[in-house]
């Protein structure tokens, strides 16, 4: 399971504006799936970004944001030129640390709304921060999903007691190990319940989603 970004434009994100005023173009790498079958775009705003964002969903279903406009664009190919005068956005997830053979489209801001490793171990957020360095996007925001198990620190705290081994690569990891997983991605903006502004576009970032299965950033 995925989480997403909301993403709206200008300093006013209560006052809603036309779409077609705010110029921006969305791209999946995958031209068969829809393009934001994870990472939902948000152009009208929220009456608050702070609050909840997303209505739950099961794997493989659509992450539907509250109170907002669910935008869908029609995939396009993946080395389509972009519109003069737009930004685009290139909306990923779940890459589960398996980049290698992933033919990314050209765009401005990537976006990867969570699950870019198995479990969250250091050494495969190293190697995502590795290939994040190797794009050419101007702006790389990443939001952690139910899988970056070592971002969750009450999830780890909670883990590392048990007596059994639920995630055993995990469980077995000292704190020293993972409590500064995120300084780790120095190729990218990571957000976790906070947000930045690129090109005028407010990006609001956050990995809580309904319970599921016991993995991480789980809500009760």
Known sequence: MTVG??????????????VSS????FQNPQATQPVLSSTAACIRG???FRAPCFSGATEGQHMRPLWVLDTRVDPVPHDAPKPPGYTRFVC????HSRTDPIQMPYGDVLI???????LGLPSEVKKFNEWLGSLPYEYKIVIAGNHELTFDQE???DLIKQDFYYFPSVSKLKPENYENVQSLLTNCI????????????????SPWQPWFYGWGFNLP
């Not at 990923?92 to 890459?95: E, G, K």
């Open 5 to 18: 970004a909301v993403v709206w434009h200008g300093a006013d994100h209560s006052r809603p504006d036309p």
């Open 22 to 25: 705010h110029r921006i173009h």
């Open 46 to 48: 929220t009456s608050d």
């Open 92 to 95: 990923v997830s779940d890459t």
């Open 112 to 118: 990867h709304a969570g699950d870019f490793t198995e």
């Open 155 to 157: 999830f780890m705290a």
């Open 190 to 205: 990571y957000l976790q319940d906070s947000e930045v502004t690129v090109r005028g576009f407010r990006i609001y970032g």
